[in-house]
């Protein structure tokens, strides 16, 4: 009956995300919200097999208790997971310790004595450490060395705890978010802040929670299409790079916007069983496309440890926003070791490859090094044996050294001067195979149709064609059979070309900006991009569809309409909706006439 | 006070336990990175710090946190095994009861130390080395402050204390080994620059011979304390270092390993290298250490390979334990 009435939710729930999320006011807001939540924590409610997600939904509900309990002490038998045990084990804790018997009870707090986590070596791995531990330590008060498993007290854990999180907190809030912007580990921050906002007792904690979970969802919302991620990202994984809807930020875009399409990820089960709620503020600019934009936004680099001047350089991002489709960018260079993701077109035709992108698939033993304190001979396999696309020379993601990007509005210009010798030497493009076309014009355009959105892409150097297959054997998700029934065709088309001294220009448009595709194909015939293509001398003049003229030579001389553009002048937010100074610790958050201000120096929310 | 009492303690401990303790055995620590594959949250086989109470065990016990990634450990040698510590992802864990309870004594900014130093008169100074510069405890832990002025670059992955003044300290460090004459206030550029230097060892007699171990430039030697260095040539046909060894009893012989040399021996302080791979299947070293108790019985800690021990000064190795293991570090302690 229960299954039932999951599945009943399911089909509610399609009927509202096939459609694009249109704004509707706060009552009707929190009413779907709390369906969406209930179709999530359905699927975990009736759930045989012992999970977190399991106990805790339980414990939320009132019921089966001693069964969430037999769950809970079974898990903790042999508890594995370090921070991706910590959070789930505090949360179902958190909501579970007024009804669990007092062995359960005992049993949880005899894991944080007897299991020693390992504290990984990343700002997500940190960030859900710990948050965990903070709360962990407010749970268990006045606690000696000896009851915990990393021989400090209570007293100890919670300021250690604290000291990292506010630390965390100003770091993201003056110079910018690290992991920034990743489809594939937005949950791993926005979850640990859910909590804290729910739970911590100290105020300024419980306080400084929520204002963390606002501004990761005003970023969120400001650089979405239709539960999709858009633009440059620190991180994401195979296949979401190429499957957006995959990621696990697209699970919240569900959730919390009420777009993309429904999830059974066991990661939305803590947020929406929490009692945090997306502020309207966000919540409208996650769902209104109705006018175009540019966001621009600064972020950091990943801690440098080796061969870099700076430990947290800036990385600059740019993004153009419609209602049809996404184009965003990084500067590029390496940003992030392994899955950066630097440029990309995503746009809301067709399931379930939504995007083209193009990068040069590297990797290095020094590019490691830099990030990573292990020793540089020997860790590409050490990455390779957990990571294993890092030295597959057709991977999907990969930061290079030898890329560079140059975006303004719609319009992409990337170049690439790849010393000889390194990996790899070719560049790739990715085309979807479901694109409704595809046309190598005789102009040297390409030019692709998906739905209403038009992207023409302009080789600058010889390339070659290779088609190539899904994915296969994947089990179906909840909600993928329907999708199933629209995919004609999965798989892509890869562009490969073997000069190292190379580039393309990619102009997107949208039926109301161009008009048909003909249209657009005839526009870009007259638009042929002058470029030289010589080693230490890369460079590309471009007269874009909307006329202005992008001069750019690689790696960093951009100019536009003859004036030169200094990258180190962006802001850490600027766009329609939000605006953040660097150093600020202050996001400004503006919608119509509403606005919202989170003060991380006041700790204090402004609406 | 309570350093002082704690020295007090453990020094007639030590003199209790020395009649006792000569040739009797050694006690072998092994810390150990990962086992075969390490994913952060993953189901991954044990790490952190195994030991053998006696060189003649044949088997590993493994002591403190179970999956904490353990690059370093160092025990305080007067204390006959009470006070170790490890330096590990997680930080610097202490114990100093040998190993029935630890403490992690860094705070959140200590992260992914790589060596750990205790200094032989006194338990309660600690040095560590890590990505993000030194750090330094004086009270056991209690408190910890970055050392890492005068460094240029703050990736650092060896300290030695000096055993003639323990005012004076190397580092290995991305651009070059560095001495301090103050105990790490202030660190100055040795004569070596060249960057990417991964270990840098003393001589157990001389205080003035030095060697450093390179990621791309091989070995170097200096017999002033670091002012000038030369390059050991005869007999390395590798470049990449990660341990250079003494054999205690006898400095002339050494032992060095690194990325894909197995182990080089030297029998002549240096000059000269040859390699001694018998039996060693695996060609990745990066820890190499000698029982001082028995000069022939030499360790080989290796990449993903586990441990090697050798029972004839390096002439022959066979497999002594923990398969799979990156094992960063070994020492041999005399007790």
């Known amino acids: 009956m229960k299954r039932y009435f999951g599945y009943l939710f399911l089909m509610l729930g399609l009927a509202t995300s096939t459609a694009r999320a249109q704004a509707v006011n706060r009552e009707t807001y929190l009413r779907e919200f709390e369906r969406r939540a209930s179709f999530v924590t359905s699927i975990y409610d009736t759930m045989q097999a012992p999970g977190y997600a399991q106990i805790a939904v339980r414990y939320a509900y009132r019921h089966d208790i001693a069964q969430a309990d037999s769950m809970f002490i079974a898990l903790l038998e042999a508890p594995r997971g370090d921070m991706f045990w910590m959070i789930p084990v505090i949360g179902a804790y958190l909501h579970g310790k007024d009804k669990m018997s007092p062995a359960t009870a005992a049993t949880v707090r005899h894991a944080w004595k007897t299991y020693a986590p390992y504290r990984g070596d990343t700002e997500n791995h940190w960030c859900m450490y710990y948050s965990a531990l903070f709360l962990a330590a407010e749970q268990w008060p006045n606690l000696p060395a000896s009851e915990w498993y990393n021989g400090k007290s209570s007293h100890e854990n919670l300021q250690d705890a604290k000291g990292y999180l506010i630390h965390w907190m100003k770091i993201t809030t003056t110079i910018g978010q690290g992991e920034f912007d990743s489809p594939d580990y937005f949950p791993e921050y926005v979850i640990p802040m859910i909590l804290i906002s729910q739970y911590a007792q100290d105020p300024d904690m419980k306080l400084r929670g929520q204002m963390m979970a606002d501004y990761l969802f005003a970023d969120f919302a400001a650089e979405h299409l239709d539960g999709q991620y858009i633009g440059g990202f620190s991180r994401i994984y195979q296949p979401a790079v190429y499957e957006p809807l995959l990621s696990g930020a697209s699970a919240f875009a569900y959730l919390y916007f009420g777009t993309g399409k429904p999830t059974n990820s066991g990661w939305a089960v803590l947020p929406a069983l929490s009692d945090y709620r997306l502020p309207d503020i966000i919540y409208r600019i996650a769902v209104d496309r109705s006018m175009s934009y540019v966001e621009k936004e600064r972020k950091r680099v990943r801690n440098v440890i080796r061969y870099g001047k700076e430990m947290n350089p800036p990385v600059y991002k740019y993004s153009y926003i419609t209602k049809d489709y996404g184009l965003g960018s990084l500067q590029g260079g390496i940003l992030q070791p392994i899955q950066q993701h630097t440029w990309g077109v995503r746009y809301t035709y067709g399931r379930p490859y939504t995007t083209i992108f193009g990068l040069h698939p590297y990797w290095s033993g020094l590019e490691l090094g830099m990030f990573f304190p292990e020793e540089v001979k020997t860790l590409i396999a050490d990455v390779v044996a957990s990571k294993g696309t890092y030295n597959n020379p057709d991977k999907w993601t990969s930061s290079s050294p030898y890329e560079r990007t140059f975006q303004y509005k719609n319009t992409l210009i990337v170049l690439y001067d790849i010393a000889p010798g390194t990996t790899t030497e070719h560049i790739d493009g990715f085309f979807p195979r479901n694109l409704q076309e595809r046309i190598v014009d005789p102009s040297g355009w390409i030019l692709c149709k998906a739905g209403e959105t038009y992207v023409g892409w302009y080789p600058l150097q010889e390339y070659e064609w290779k088609e190539e297959p899904g994915e296969r054997g994947r089990p179906p998700s909840v909600g993928s059979q329907l999708d199933n029934e629209r995919i004609k065709e999965t798989g892509c088309w890869r562009l490969r070309s073997h000069q190292l001294q190379n580039g393309y220009v990619v102009e997107v448009r949208s039926k109301d900006e161009v008009g048909s595709f003909d249209q657009f194909c005839a526009q870009l015939r007259t638009h042929i991009p002058q470029s030289s293509l010589k080693p230490g001398n890369v460079s590309v003049q471009y007269r874009t569809l909307g006329g202005d003229t992008m001069a750019f030579t690689f790696p960093e001389n951009r100019t536009l309409n003859g004036r030169t553009i200094d990258l180190s002048e962006t802001k850490l937010f600027d766009g329609p909706y939000l605006h953040a100074e660097v150093g600020s610790e202050k996001l400004t958050i503006t919608y119509k006439n509403e606005r919202r201000i989170l003060d991380f120096k006041s700790v204090k929310i402004t609406q | ?335």
């Open chain 2, 1 to 335: 006070m309570k350093a002082t009492l704690l020295l007090l303690v453990l020094v007639l401990s030590c003199r209790l336990g020395t009649t006792e303790a000569l040739a009797q055995h050694s006690t072998v620590y092994a810390s150990v990175v990962s086992t075969k594959v390490f994913v952060v949250g993953g189901a991954n086989a044990e790490t952190g710090l195994f030991y053998q109470h006696s060189s003649d065990d044949t088997t590993w016990e493994h002591t403190g946190a179970n999956n904490i990634r353990a690059f370093g450990v160092a025990v305080f040698t007067p204390s006959r095994g009470q006070v170790i510590c490890i330096a590990s992802g997680n930080g610097i864990h202490r114990t100093t009861d040998a190993g029935k309870s630890w403490k992690i004594t860094t705070g959140w900014k200590i992260t992914e130390a790589l060596w750990v130093t205790i200094d032989p008169k006194d338990p309660a100074i600690i040095f560590c080395a890590t990505p993000y510069g030194v750090y330094r405890t004086t009270d056991g832990g209690a408190g910890w402050e970055e050392k890492s002025r005068g460094l240029k670059a703050k990736f650092t992955s060896s300290i030695v204390i000096d055993h003639a003044n323990s005012k004076i300290l190397y580092c290995s460090t991305e651009d070059g080994v560095y001495r301090s004459d103050d105990g790490a206030d202030m660190w100055k550029r040795t004569g070596l620059s060249v960057g990417g230097v991964r270990i840098v060892a003393q001589h157990p007699k001389d205080a003035s011979i030095l060697f450093a171990g390179t990621d791309d430039f091989g070995i170097y030697r200096t017999r002033n304390g670091g002012k000038y260095w030369e390059k050991c040539e005869a007999g390395l046909d590798q470049s990449t270092f990660y341990t250079i060894t003494f054999d205690p009893n006898n400095p002339q012989t050494m032992y060095a390993g690194g990325y894909v040399t197995g182990v080089y021996k030297s029998i002549d302080g240096g000059e000269s290298w040859r390699r001694v791979n018998e039996g060693l299947t695996t060609l990745n070293v990066h820890s190499i250490a000698v029982d001082p108790t028995n000069s022939n019985r030499v360790y080989a800690g290796t990449m993903w390979g586990g441990i090697y021990r050798s029972d004839d000064g390096g002439a022959t190795w066979h497999h002594a334990g923990l398969s799979g293991s990156q094992v960063w570090r070994i020492i041999v302690q005399p007790f």
